[in-house]
């Protein structure tokens, strides 16, 4: 079974430009999450999908950051202008449904300057 | 809003000993999930507990849930450098729709 897909994995960029991570999840898997984890902390919730649905985005920065998932599969994080705090690790996970267990992605790491 | 707290922060143990991590909720446990990430690697997904005074093992790892569910414990018999990485407990707070809480991790470090 394949995994979690994310790319890209590692993306260096200047604060107040914009950058695109994607994700395709296991098949057949209806939930999907992205998590933020800053270096020396737990993976935070940014945005859940049920779906091509919104479950949860309280903890998602709506003025910077936006998600989508387009026909219920793969899924689009952005975020548009960059800050020097969104310097992190970002990671897409997917479960058959809520309640079950999440497989997660390799992760993008963002740098940004 | 629940939170976790992972102790130690950080261990380093010598190969072949055993070692202990908590994770300590402020909250009932309903699902306590333990995952283990190696640096730029995403969360490998090692056990989960539901029932208070669960216990369930896996290879040389062994994770509990205590009777009153509110903390779980990961145990490590004779350490190896395999076991090497960041060790993140998960909590459920049992909505039936609540994606997981992390704990912040216990850095664990096996030298020879």
């Known amino acids: 079974e394949a995994g979690v897909a994310q790319s890209p994995r590692y993306k260096i960029i200047e604060k107040r430009q914009s950058v695109a991570f994607w994700c395709n999840p296991i098949?057949?898997?209806?939930?999907l999450y992205w998590y933020q984890q800053i270096l020396g902390q737990g993976p935070k919730l940014l945005i859940q999908?049920?779906?091509?649905?919104?479950?949860?985005d309280s903890q998602l920065p709506k003025d910077r950051f936006s998600a989508e998932r387009l026909k219920g599969v793969d899924s689009t994080l952005k975020i548009q202008p960059a800050k020097l705090e969104d310097s992190a690790v970002y990671l897409c996970?997917?479960?058959?449904?809520?309640?079950?267990?999440?497989?997660f992605g390799a992760g993008s790491r963002l740098t940004v300057l | 809003s629940q939170e976790l707290e992972q102790s130690p922060q950080s261990l380093i143990v010598q190969e072949g000993k055993n070692l202990t991590i908590n994770c300590t909720s402020s909250?009932?446990?309903?699902?306590l999930y333990w995952y283990k990430q190696k640096y730029g690697e995403g969360l490998i997904f090692l056990m989960m507990?539901?029932?208070?005074?669960e216990e369930k093992s896996h290879e040389k790892i062994t994770a509990k849930l205590d009777e009153k569910k509110q903390q779980s414990s990961l145990h490590i018999t004779a350490s190896q450098p395999s076991h090497a990485g960041i060790y993140l407990c998960?909590?459920?707070?049992?909505?039936?729709?609540?994606?997981?809480?992390f704990g912040k991790g216990t850095r664990l470090s096996v030298i020879a």
């Open positions: 507990l539901q029932k208070g005074g």
């Open positions: 998960g909590a459920d707070s049992g909505s039936g729709n609540t994606p997981l809480v």
């Open positions: 909250k009932t446990l309903y699902g």
């Open positions: 999908f049920q779906n091509n649905g919104v479950v949860d």
């Open positions: 996970a997917s479960s058959l449904t809520v309640g079950n267990v999440l497989t």
């Open positions: 098949s057949g898997h209806a939930t």
